[in-house]
């Protein structure tokens, strides 16, 4: 069964496409339901050739498309087919309800020095209560996560951070983007214009840990196709500060960190990054048509910055109607509506929902009319006491508490051993749990 259903749906995300829709990228994900038979989770970006919608229904309900009855006579089996913008609910119903038979992590997968016929044997020993479906695919280590694309983690920092050197030596997200602004600083010194951001440029490359450099990704050796280079980027919460600085520093080609942070505006200190940004976009004025120059004497093409489509469905264009010397933006709130929608974008390709997107745009509104305020504070006076109210009172750092050696000596005098009861086993519908404590 598991190699029918493979073949079958690689036969209908070739990339030439079928009568109902072309496939660009795919995952597809193996499960075992409780009652032990496999099951398959396919999650497919396409292009159909009529409404989307009317792909979408579900074997045994009154909603049934054509789509539908055609996967059924296909795959001799029960069908359910979503129609959504990039939120995956039944994963999220799954994990909501600590199932025990999703795994959607790939630490073990992805581990160089393992070996997979001890890894599936652990599992199925030490982790689950297998069905025969199961042992016979995972002892035949056939692949349970599949995709069509290849990726790579990108943690992006924060510009505060990013200033010196040392600051740039932490983790492997922060190196990559050492060598970004080593790269694009010879590319401005050669007298040519940087031609991407940090994300599109971290797309071809990763950083190799072992001889401590970048190397270059997607090599194929007599293929005609290769898979699609993806960076899965782990962003801070959408209404924070932090957001608009990994954005700032994630899209916006620029020189160096301090380039993106504030200069000489009076600013909030819980807002750096979004005036910082403002005052980046504010700096922007056209060099010649498709080249945009930037402060800290970076020159860069309109091409490196995002692809945005406007709310009427045209292609926004900075350099259109401009000629050289002219600022891209004529003042604050012009940079302030480009900076918003490059962010709103984003956030709506990740899936978000119109109330969440709603709050983040009255959010942003509101840091607006603050940061306007507090520069057009009349003396030094009012303006520490509005960086006091906000910073100190109102938005108040973060505190790091550690561990007093009192707790520190109860933790390791102490073990708790905490034990779970499958739902399935019991009449209720709730999970107990039983705390045991050991001394050592």
């Not at 700032?248 to 909030?268: E, G, V, W």
Request: hydrophobic letters at 40%; one cysteine or more; aromatic letters at 14%.
């Amino acid at each position: 069964m598991y190699l029918v259903v493979r073949c079958i749906w690689r036969f209908l995300c070739n990339r030439f496409g079928h009568r109902y829709f072309i496939v660009f990228e795919w995952v597809m994900k193996t499960e075992y339901q409780g009652r032990l038979t496999p099951h398959w989770h396919m999650a497919a970006w396409v292009v159909p050739f009529g409404l989307l919608s009317s792909l979408q229904g579900r074997s045994g309900t009154k909603v049934v498309s054509l789509f539908v009855k055609f996967l059924e006579t296909v795959f001799q089996a029960q069908i359910d087919v979503q129609i959504g913008n990039g939120r995956l609910n039944y994963i999220n119903g799954y994990v909501s309800k600590d199932h025990d038979a999703i795994d959607v992590g790939l630490g073990e997968y992805m581990q160089k020095s393992s070996t997979a016929p001890w890894l599936a044997t652990y599992r199925l020993l030490s982790k689950s209560s297998p069905g025969i479906p199961e042992v016979a695919i995972r002892m035949a280590q056939l692949p349970e996560f599949e995709k069509s694309y290849t990726h790579v983690l990108l943690y992006p920092p924060q510009p505060e951070a990013m200033i010196d050197f040392d600051g740039r030596q932490g983790n492997f997200s922060s190196k990559m983007y050492g060598f970004y602004l080593q790269e694009n600083r010879t590319q401005v010194a050669a007298g040519a214009s940087v031609s991407q951001a940090f994300l599109p440029w971290h797309r071809s490359r990763q950083y190799d840990t072992e001889k401590e450099c970048i190397s270059f990704r997607g090599g194929r050796h007599q293929q005609a196709h290769g898979q699609t280079l993806v960076v899965a980027c782990r962003f801070w919460y959408e209404l924070t500060d932090g957001y608009c600085g990994q954005f700032s520093l994630t899209m916006f080609p620029h020189l160096s960190a301090k380039d993106i942070l504030p200069q000489d505006k009076r600013h909030l200190k819980s807002m750096q990054n979004f005036v910082g940004a403002l005052e980046y976009l504010s700096s922007w004025t056209c060099v010649e048509p498709g080249v945009i120059g930037a402060s800290g004497g970076i020159k860069f093409h309109c091409t490196a910055l995002p692809l945005l489509v406007d709310d009427k469905g045209e292609l926004y264009q900075l350099d259109r109607g401009r000629s050289p010397g002219d600022a891209i933006f004529p003042s604050s709130k012009h940079a302030f509506d480009y900076f918003v929608l490059a962010m709103k974008r984003d956030l709506q390709y990740r899936g978000l929902r119109d109330d969440r997107m709603l709050s983040f745009e009255l959010k942003q509104d509101a840091n607006y009319l603050l940061a306007q305020r507090v520069e057009r504070a009349t003396d030094e006076f009012e303006y520490e006491r509005l960086r006091q109210e906000w910073d100190t009172v109102n938005r108040p750092r973060r505190n790091q508490y550690a561990w007093s050696p009192e707790q520190q000596q109860v933790r390791r005098r102490w073990i708790i051993i905490c034990f779970f009861v499958d739902d399935r086993f019991l009449d209720t519908s709730c999970n107990f749990c039983f705390v045991f404590p050991f001394r050592i």
